[in-house]
């Protein structure tokens, strides 16, 4: 299984997905429990998003890294001065 972009995704492979990044601390079997997944598939998911994220940082990184740091500098800002 390859996952191309984000339109591709299932709805379980999103909910493994959200789970991953809000609990990166958690281990295959965690997520499978907490998403109805099996283990195996949830490692397979982590690996192929894993390989993708690889690809696209030796491809284009340099601008994602950029704009990832603006909308962390943006969020800080409006946190920070009571907007948000």
């Known amino acids: ?5 984000s339109e ?6 999103r909910d493994i997905l959200a789970e991953a990044l809000e609990n990166p601390e958690k ?6 429990s907490a998403t109805g997944a099996s ?4 490692a397979e998911v982590r690996r192929d998003l894993e390989d993708d994220a690889e690809i696209d940082e030796t491809s284009n990184g340099a601008g ?6 603006l ?3 943006a969020i800080w800002w409006l946190l920070d001065n009571g907007v948000v």
């Open 27 to 32: 281990t295959n079997s965690e997520i499978a």
């Open 71 to 73: 909308i962390i500098f």
């Open 39 to 42: 283990e195996s598939y949830v």
């Open 64 to 69: 994602g890294v950029v704009l990832l740091l």
């Open 8 to 13: 591709d995704l299932t709805e379980k492979q």
């Open 1 to 5: 299984m390859k996952i191309g972009s």
